[in-house]
């Protein structure tokens, strides 16, 4: 990929970059790190932020939130609201993909609308889509 890449974050990765997960942290990390080295942009949906948060709600931890939000605008990473031009999108994935979740969908569609040229995923159901390159946390090497 060239400088000037966008690269969208699915949720997963935050999850284990975040709470130092011991199979995959190294991975995103190396690979968060890279990319910022070379100068690539971020994104994310708001999606993103309503499911990183469930648990730290759940556990009543601002903490981990705060944590969170403050990764988010360290490494400038942009928030992408919904809009009806990636609600629809998203639909025509789903139409096409039947056994992608709606979820799913909106967040693949969210990452082609911005024009990401990659997908950082550990959802392996995602490789099948065709409109972006989606990049399994697995098959990164730490």
């Given at each position: ?22 199979l ?32 730290p ?24 609201e ?8 998203s ?8 056994a992608?979740?709606?979820?799913d969908a ?29 990049i ?7």
């Amino acid at each position: 990929m060239k400088n000037g890449s966008k690269i969208f974050i699915d949720t997963a990765p935050f999850i284990y970059l975040l709470e130092d997960n011991p199979l995959y942290s190294q991975q995103v990390r190396k690979y968060i790190s890279d990319c910022f080295m070379a100068e690539y942009d971020f994104c994310t949906s708001l999606l993103t932020v309503a499911e990183y948060c469930v648990v730290p709600y759940r556990l009543n931890c601002q903490e981990k939130i705060e944590y969170f939000e403050q990764f988010i605008l360290d490494v400038n990473i942009q928030l992408i609201e919904l809009t009806k031009e990636i609600t629809q999108l998203s639909s025509q994935i789903r139409a096409k993909y039947s056994a992608i979740k709606m979820i799913d969908a909106l967040q693949i569609a969210t990452a082609i609308t911005e024009n990401c040229s990659a997908f950082l995923t550990n959802d392996k159901q995602l490789q099948q889509i065709q409109e972006i390159n989606c990049i399994l946390i697995k098959n990164l090497k730490g």
